[in-house]
């Protein structure tokens, strides 16, 4: 936990443009109330802040990379969507469980997989329901690939061949002569 707490905070946080910059600022004001909104709840519900949790930069809407640790399962920054640098690091016993987690959510945008068994990974994937699987990265993009999610996670798919879905409409024509 903490070398994953050190990583966080090594990263420079900046404008995107700027080379030495690792994070840039989230969209708006209203985006980091509402990530700082989740950290706290997940604090008021029995989770451990390890790093972050806060936006101390005097310009810009940043947000700290913020870990927490022994969030309870029910609470929002286990179950929701909070799009902001937050990662909330649970233990496990067994792959089940992880699947139970990652699946056990009204969401499935994406999901990350950090492991050196790939072989395990290769079982894990399928079982995950999200519309994009990371593995031993996270938020790498490829414009060539479909990306979407699952659930409540929204509908369709941008980028890749799968895009035109969005701008078509298919049309069924049967004459019987």
């Given at each position: 936990m903490q070398a994953l707490a050190n990583i966080a905070n090594s990263l420079r946080l900046g404008p995107g443009l700027e080379a030495d910059t690792d994070m840039g600022p989230l969209v708006s004001h209203r985006q980091r109330?509402?990530?700082a909104g989740y950290v706290q709840a997940g604090v008021d519900a029995g989770a451990q802040l390890v790093c972050g949790g806060n936006a101390d930069l005097p310009r810009g809407h940043?947000?700290?990379?913020?870990?927490?640790?022994?969030?309870?399962e029910t609470s929002s920054v286990v179950q929701e969507e909070i799009f902001g640098p937050v990662v909330v690091a649970?233990?496990?016993d067994d792959i089940d469980e992880v699947v139970g987690r990652a699946n056990g959510t009204p969401f499935g945008l994406a999901a990350?997989?950090?492991s050196n068994d790939l072989s395990r990974v290769h079982r894990l994937v399928p079982r995950?329901?999200?519309g994009t699987i990371w593995v031993n990265c996270h938020n790498l993009l490829d414009n060539a690939m479909?990306?979407?999610?699952f659930k409540q996670s929204g509908l369709g798919r941008e980028m890749g061949r799968a895009v035109f879905d969005h701008y078509t409409e298919t049309k069924s024509v049967m004459i019987a002569v």
């Open positions: 109330k509402r990530v940043f947000f700290r990379p913020t870990v927490l640790a022994r969030a309870p649970l233990p496990y990350s997989v950090w995950i329901k999200a479909p990306f979407g999610g």
